[in-house]
């Protein structure tokens, strides 16, 4: 008798085939940085100057993934002057981590489908390892990438420029800015093994980081519905992306970190941009919704201990029960009120764009009559000329 469910049976998963550009990329820049640039540091040494470039190209490099392809592009949480949009495309591609238009299709994808094991391209749920680096090694389903999701950045020029000729200006930035700074300082091999390959590697894997381990150890104040937490350590690391529970339910705020002491440099940057004008609309959530997510959370954790308290006295339980449901009615009740505010200020607000909206049409309205006026009197002017005539 046939088992059908036999394990013999059973057709084999085969292996996503390997992406061999990254895994390319991957094995000789970690070769080099584990061979050559111990050995010649042993060997020869190296110059202050190649030690300062690679820190200062790869904080340059985070900063244009995390506050460029990061929170301008893939969340529009704020605007950017052209040039400053410039830089971040120019050093982006410096990091090796794709082109914007790729990148932010890809990280779109990963908060619409978080922790998903078929759609989310870097699901935690997949394990550490596939959410750190795995999933670019091989061509996942789940890491194809669509751009029906990043049309709106298809009307961004340098978007556009830089994903076409990414190739060229990756290479170009990887290549010729530390050639330069070598010729300059007169330490081509320091310089290209620890501004170009050894920076590479650290950088890659400080921004790996927010995918791996900012979903896998952290708190969760502000929701529990995915993976992300926040990791005050790996914000340090990741210039401000570490706080990534408040991220993933406040995906459009332009800060990580929304306390004065939270280390977000990402923020700061932005912020000091706008002092000067490079950046505009700086999004930020109001704190009532940001208290609400975490006095949410914290009804949610007292709910569960409640649920699975070993307390004997059941008078006392039946206590903290009663004020538990207390205390979560009025916050029901904070959040109506809020809500009708809220409400009660949108129709503020359309009243005054239908002000606002009477007035243009009264200026339209002013103009047309001044033209009209105008063309009267041209009109006269002709016909007192027949006249003359």
């Not at 009660?344 to 607000?349: A, D, P, R, V």
């Amino acid at each position: 008798m046939n088992n059908n469910n036999s394990p013999q049976q059973q057709p084999q998963q085969e292996k996503a085939p390997l992406n061999w550009v990254p895994v390319i990329m991957f094995t000789v820049t970690t070769l080099v940085s584990v061979t050559l640039v111990p050995w010649y540091g042993i060997v020869y040494g190296y110059e202050t100057s190649a030690w300062v470039a690679c820190v200062i190209i790869t904080w340059m490099t985070g900063m244009a993934i995390t506050g460029g392809y990061h929170r301008l592009w893939s969340h529009n949480a704020y605007q950017a002057h052209w040039a400053l949009r410039l830089w971040y495309a120019l050093w982006g591609a410096m990091a090796f981590q794709n082109s914007i238009l790729s990148w932010s299709s890809g990280h779109r994808v990963h908060h619409r489908y978080c922790d998903d094991v078929d759609l989310d391209p870097y699901s935690a749920k997949r394990g550490l390892w596939f959410s750190h680096m795995g999933w670019m090694l091989r061509k996942y389903k789940s890491g194809e990438v669509n751009f029906d999701n990043v049309k709106n950045l298809m009307k961004d020029p340098i978007v556009v420029w830089q994903h076409k000729y990414y190739v060229a200006i990756a290479m170009g930035m990887n290549i010729g800015v530390p050639v330069l700074l070598g010729l300059l300082t007169d330490d081509l091999v320091g310089m290209l093994l620890l501004a170009g390959f050894l920076r590479i590697v650290i950088a890659h894997h400080i921004t790996f980081f927010i995918n791996s381990i900012a979903h896998k150890w952290g708190s969760q104040p502000y929701t529990d519905e995915n993976t992300a937490r926040d990791n005050a350590f790996f914000a340090f690391l990741t210039h401000g992306e570490g706080y990534h529970n408040y991220h993933h339910i406040f995906q459009t705020d332009y800060r990580n970190g929304i306390r004065w002491f939270h280390w977000d440099p990402t923020k700061w940057f932005i912020k000091a941009c706008s002092w000067v004008g490079l950046t505009w609309d700086l999004k930020v959530v109001p704190d009532f919704k940001i208290r609400r997510a975490m006095v949410k959370m914290q009804f949610k954790r007292a709910q569960e201990k409640l649920a699975v308290s070993k307390a004997s006295d059941p008078a006392v339980l039946a206590q903290w029960s009663a004020q538990l449901e207390k205390e979560y009615e009025e916050f029901k009740a904070m959040l109506n009120e809020w809500t009708d505010l809220q409400a009660g200020k949108y129709e503020q607000t359309k009243r005054n764009l239908a002000v606002k909206w009477e007035k243009a049409a009264l200026r339209t309205r002013y103009k047309e009559l001044e033209y009209s006026l105008k063309m009267q009197h041209e009109r006269l002017r002709l016909m007192t000329a027949q006249f003359a005539g």
